[in-house]
């Protein structure tokens, strides 16, 4: 199967410094990547689609310059939290799809915690 | 809009019993769904997953049956193990097979299997 890791599992920061949370495809090149956000006993929440090469599309409500998302490579996209505040604080997960698949299936990397003081 | 869970509803089955989770989505235009796991701590496991054109499909153990008509998924799993112990979400897929593809989660049910 396919293989998504995350980096760091656990981040712990103070409020105001910024965070960087990397998202590899391990077996496979990902044109696309998405970023979800959870929060305890809730829903994953799409919160952008990284395209590689191009700029990332976010979804409504979700602001660009706070959740910075760079897509520089087929098997690596970064999540960078800019001067994070203790509202922040949640589960991160990626995923990547693998393309040319009949089924154009998602699969997910381990999610990153991340605790901002 | 999206659907986003306010609670997370809770299935109690017993060892060997067979589990049904249901699942209500939100766009009449999706025309792929998948059913993820999720145990705690941890990202989403692929279970199953089916087509618009397709109203049953079986895997080892699982089942999942879809009703385009009233917009409802179900997953049913046989013989339920503690294993199966886990968070469930359905989701659907936007614009499959287009630039805007993405997946939009449901609320999630947890199961919770009794030895």
């Known amino acids: 199967g396919a293989v998504v890791s995350q980096h760091p599992s656990r981040v712990i920061c103070k409020s105001g410094t910024s965070v960087k949370i990397e998202c590899r495809s391990l077996d496979f090149q990902a044109t696309t990547m998405f970023w979800y956000r959870q929060f305890p006993k809730k829903s994953l929440m799409l919160m952008a689609t990284?395209?590689?090469?191009?700029?990332?599309?976010?979804e409504q409500g979700v602001e660009k310059d706070k959740f910075l998302i760079n897509h520089a490579s087929l098997t690596l996209s970064t999540l960078t939290v800019t001067s994070a505040h203790p509202e922040d604080s949640s589960f991160y997960i990626c995923?990547?799809?693998?393309?040319?698949?009949?089924?154009?299936?998602?699969?997910f990397g381990p999610g990153t915690r991340l605790t901002v003081l | 809009g999206e659907s986003v869970g306010l609670h997370l509803p809770t299935l109690s089955v017993q060892e060997g019993d067979n589990s049904i989770i249901n699942c209500a989505y939100s766009n009449s235009a999706s025309d792929y769904f998948i059913w993820y796991k999720q145990e705690s701590g941890k990202g989403p496991q692929f279970i199953i997953d089916i087509r618009s054109n397709m109203d049953k499909r079986q895997g080892q153990r699982v089942t999942v049956l879809l009703n385009k008509t009233v917009k409802h998924l179900s997953l049913q799993i046989a013989a339920t193990q503690p294993g199966d112990s886990a968070v469930y979400f359905c989701?659907?897929?936007w614009g499959y097979g287009g630039a805007t593809n993405k997946l939009i989660f449901g609320t999630g049910t947890l199961l919770a299997v009794q030895p």
């Open positions: 990284s395209n590689e090469g191009s700029k990332a599309t976010y």
């Open positions: 989701a659907e897929n």
């Open positions: 995923s990547a799809r693998r393309p040319r698949t009949s089924t154009d299936t998602q699969y």
